[in-house]
């Protein structure tokens, strides 16, 4: 959610620049394209729901993650309300999308997310640290469990409580069954170490057909370097972890710089980060990465990359990435939402595979997050992809 409560201000399509913080040296032309990574997608079409739609007792919006369900065929979306309007929960759908784009989305049911003991989780506002932020859900592809990964919550005050990140699964009532234990990095605390407020684990997804679970941290954390700026980007850690939670590797993504400068009379500073992440079935490596970024007076980006951990640096036991001499991952472009046609580019956070395409394609589902904000909207936009050797994602 992070481009939330922050009024929508027009697009502007300004030019690609992608850095790394000015302390960090990698490999010259680290960024360039390489015969290994480089899918290219098309715009296929879009859907848009009604706004706060009234579901089953239930408010739609806030949809921050969705996956595609292979033992219903249908979809489940996260909302991202930390149970101010109802208890925080996820819905399913049935869509229909094709190459022709989204057709229809009916949703079809909705659970509340629940505590080990059966409750439902509180809103922040109740004070007893329990409170969560839901922000990403996948299918578990043996199980078709639910697993979904939480903010938690670094307090603005000492005297409120410091709630960890956390990924969690859940069966398909939304009943606990447990959860995934995070590297020790990815702690939220009260100093100055850790994972920022609202830029934390907020992407996960499952590789290597379900034996790894990758994780990435929305923005750098603390004692990795400062947020991007218009000069520079940042370095954010993404995470490979076995289903026990054993960290099999931990490596450096290269978030964009900020793309525009900020509208000077604005109270809310610009927001950037990766909301979601997607691995490549048939390449255990390779991910497509989301970054979302908003800027008072220009709105928002949405950009897609193709990235991978071949060749990166582990990162895993380095305390600090600022001044660290390391080689981060390698990322191209796969799509700037300015650039496809689409009337208007929304806070876009979750994305997931869809149905393959004649021709070699694959469908790739994304959602917006409306933030329950009357000028912003739960839309669905639909891709087709195809990786560069010619072979579609599976």
Request: charged share 25%; hydrophobic share 35%.
């Amino acid at each position: 959610m992070k481009a939330s409560l922050i009024p929508r201000a027009c697009a502007a399509a300004l030019a690609l620049a992608t850095t790394m913080a000015p302390a960090v040296a990698a490999r010259s032309d680290d960024a360039a394209v390489r015969s290994d990574i480089g899918a290219q997608a098309r715009l296929l079409g879009d859907k848009t729901v009604p706004h706060k739609l009234p579901f089953a007792g239930t408010t739609v919006g806030g949809l921050s993650g969705i996956d595609r369900d292979p033992c219903t065929g249908e979809y489940v979306m996260i909302s991202d309300d930390r149970s101010v309007l109802q208890p925080a929960r996820f819905y399913t759908a049935r869509i229909d999308v094709d190459g022709a784009g989204v057709h229809s989305v009916d949703f079809t049911g909705t659970h509340p997310l629940l505590q080990p003991d059966g409750s439902v989780h509180p809103p922040a506002s109740a004070g007893d640290g329990k409170a969560v932020d839901p922000e990403e859900v996948r299918v578990d592809p043996l199980t078709c469990r639910y697993w979904w990964a939480q903010e938690g919550d670094r307090p603005r005050s000492s005297s409120d409580p410091v709630i960890q990140a956390s990924i969690r699964f859940a069966d398909r009532t939304g009943a606990y069954r447990g959860r995934l234990p995070l590297p020790p990095n990815y702690e939220v605390g009260t100093g100055d170490r850790g994972m920022r407020r609202n830029k934390a684990v907020e992407a996960i997804t499952f590789g290597a057909g379900s034996s790894v679970l990758t994780s990435a941290v929305e923005g750098p954390l603390l004692q990795d370097g400062p947020e991007p700026t218009t000069e520079n980007g940042a370095l954010v850690r993404v995470t490979r972890q076995n289903r026990e939670g054993g960290v099999l590797g931990q490596f450096a993504y290269p978030l964009d710089k900020i793309f525009a400068e900020s509208d000077p009379s604005s109270p809310w500073p610009p927001d950037t980060g990766v909301p979601s992440i997607l691995a490549f079935p048939e390449d255990p490596h390779r991910y497509l990465v989301l970054e979302r970024s908003w800027v008072a007076g220009s709105g928002y980006k949405i950009r897609i990359y193709d990235a991978t951990t071949r060749g990166a640096t582990a990162v895993q036991n380095m305390d600090s990435l600022a001044g660290s001499r390391i080689v981060p991952m390698r990322k191209t472009l796969v799509a700037d939402f300015d650039d496809l046609g689409l009337s208007m580019v929304d806070n876009t956070e979750g994305m997931t595979w869809g149905p393959p395409l004649p021709g070699g394609e694959r469908t790739l589902l994304l959602v917006s997050d409306d933030n329950f904000a009357e000028d912003e909207v739960t839309r669905f936009v639909a891709l087709g992809i195809r990786t560069d050797n010619g072979k579609p994602a599976r």
